[in-house]
Structure formats: C-alpha cells, structure tokens
C-alpha cells in the first residue's frame, strides 16, 4: 500500500485526512511538534483501522530547512517504524501538508514568513525525493478572502486575499476598521502568502510530482476525542457551553461549512 | 478532497474549493435547538449577516462524486454527527 505523509495530524483537519486516508486503503505517516501530542489520534485511528498502518513522527519547528526531510524519505535507522510492512527507509509517494501556524498571534512577523516557510521546507524537501508522486497543500477560504457578510461577490480559482496581505502588516496606529480581529486577518495573509508559495514554487522548480490545494472553509463534524477537540471542530461543543461570544469574536460571522466528516461512520 | 488530490493523477494544479455552502451562527444555533430541544442553548447574535459570496465549489462537489460520496454532506447531518462526537 503507499504511504502518505499528513503533516499535523493531531489537529482537527489533520486527524479527519489522516482517517480518509487510511479508510481509501493508504497507510499514513503522521508528523506532529512531539510524538506525544499524537498519542490520542493514533490511538483512536489505530482502534478503527487496525495495527500498522499508521506511525507517528516528531517534526518539532515546521519551518526550518529540511524540518520534514526525514519524514518525506525516510527513517534515520535507530527509528522503530510501527508499520512492519514498510521498511524503515521508504519514502512517501504522496504528502498532504495540513500543518499550519494557527497562534492567532497579531504579529505578522512571527506568523507569515514562518508559514511561507514551513510551505517552502516541506516542498524543497519533497523535491529531493523520487518517490514523491503528489503533494496537496490544506489552504483556507481565508486564502481567497476574508468573511464579507452581506457583501455579494464571488470567488474562483484567481481569487487572492491580498486584502489580508496589506492589512496585515499596517502598524497598529494605522490600522483601518475590520470586523475581523487583527490576529484572523494575519491569519488570512499567512494562509494567502503560504498558498502562493506553493504556486511560485511550482512555477520555478517545476516538480516531478503534481501540486493541488484544498481550501476548506469552517469545518464542523465529528471529533475523534471530545477532550482534545481543536480549531473549529471545537466550535459546537463552545455554543453547547454557552460561549457565543468567543464564536463571534474569533470566528467571521459567515463562512462554509464542509465535506469531510461524511467520512466518518 | 485531500485524497482525491492524491488518488486521481490527473487532479493537478487545482484550488479545491472544500466549501459546501454559507451558513452563520444563528442558522447552526436554530439546527441545533431542533437537534437537541431539552438542551439549552445561548441565544442568538443579532444583525448577524449572510454570506453571499458565490463559490466556485462545482469541482470540489464533482471529485466527491468521483470518490462515490453523494457529493457535499448538509450542514444539519454534520452538526448532529458533532454533537453526538461529543455525547450531547
């Protein structure tokens, strides 16, 4: 079976590609900060699809160069694989990077150029790697643009969030007005910058393996573990408690809901 | 969509709108008083907008189909599949 590496498995996206995955017949290699943060959805993925077929690596910082070499082609030899029918040096024929800064930090400093990087160490590294037959990137609405309530308009595939771009990087003094708090709209760019890099790279590198993005909006559906929900597969278990006000601030006001969960049974 | 970005070799140098439709928070709190009655749930957010933008999702909901899914699940089915997710 080829193996296919889901970067930040441990999140709410990249548990759910990880489950698609496994259930399409792929066996997966999992990347998270440490091994540990996996330790609930590895355990939960392995209950439903059974023993090796799924392992986990550490990729402590995303963005440096070569962050994710050893996972795209390989294990180091002291690493114990948990999937016995691969041997330890195989490297992945397909990646689907879903990792992504999502610190919500308004310092678009600390977020945008680590996620253009992150973009570019991931790509770079599956550059090096023959066994590398395609690589989908997790985008975001965000990409395209910010929530517009009540604004009509359309998106398509030349659809940019440069919006974000600019805003994002203004002084706090020169800030203009958004019904977006400041750290969603420097989220915006980085998912918009992260996206393009994946675009300017296939553009230069002209890679042996093919590039899609998958641009997600709001995603609700089911967790795996209602104790580590995240991201905005915690948003229903927020308004069951109450906490409207957290959604209104944090989230833009009308956005997509998705796909994925049809998934799980 | 991230597996059949994968799967199909001839899906290449695509934005893959994974966006079923608009929804905003009164809409996802009104499905989920009807989903769960005896639960309480805060009140709505008033002068909530609408999202109006048109996306360009018609590939996205066809490589669903092409993966043998009925195509993009509705927003009240994958609010009660959370919920339950949950133990709500």
């Known amino acids: ?265 | 969509m991230h597996v059949a970005a994968v799967k199909f070799s001839d899906v290449a140098d695509q934005r893959i709108f994974a966006q079923a439709k608009p929804y905003n928070w009164n809409e996802v709190l009104g499905i989920l008083r009807e989903l769960r009655p005896e639960q309480n749930f805060p009140a709505g957010i008033p002068d909530l907008g609408n999202d109006l933008t048109k996306v360009d999702n018609a590939g996205a909901e066809a490589l669903l189909i092409r993966m043998g899914r009925p195509g993009f699940i509705g927003l009240r089915e994958t609010l009660e599949q959370s919920l339950t997710s949950f133990l709500y």
């Open chain 1, 1 to 265: 079976m080829p193996l296919v590496l889901v970067t930040g498995i441990n999140g709410f996206i990249g548990g759910h590609v990880a489950d698609q995955f496994l259930e399409a017949g792929y066996n997966v290699r999992g990347t998270a900060r440490t091994i540990s943060r996996a330790d609930t959805i590895k355990q939960c993925l392995t209950e439903k699809h059974g023993k090796g077929r799924l392992e986990v690596v550490a990729v402590p910082a995303i963005a440096i160069d070569g962050a994710f070499e050893e996972a795209v082609k390989g294990m180091s030899s002291n690493h114990v694989p948990d999937i016995h029918i691969h041997p330890n040096l195989t490297g992945v024929s397909a990646v689907a990077h879903v990792a992504s800064n999502v610190s919500f930090d308004e310092d678009a400093s600390k977020v945008i150029p680590h996620a253009i990087s992150a973009t570019a160490s991931i790509l770079n590294s599956c550059l090096a790697q023959p066994s590398v037959k395609s690589f989908v990137l997790t985008s975001s609405s965000t990409a395209c643009q910010g929530p517009k309530p009540n604004v009509p308009g359309s998106i398509d595939a030349n659809t940019w969030n440069e919006e974000d771009i600019k805003d994002a990087w203004a002084p706090r003094s020169a800030r203009k007005e958004r019904e977006l708090s400041h750290g969603w709209v420097v989220y915006g760019a980085s998912k918009t910058e992260a996206e393009k890099a994946l675009w300017n790279f296939r553009d230069e590198k002209k890679p042996h393996f093919t590039v899609n993005a998958v641009l997600p909006g709001t995603n609700f559906g089911p967790v795996f573990s209602k104790e580590e929900a995240s991201s905005t597969g915690a948003f229903v278990k927020m308004i069951c408690e109450g906490k409207m006000e957290a959604l209104k601030d944090v989230l833009p006001r009308s956005l997509e809901h998705f796909d994925k969960v049809e998934s799980v049974r």
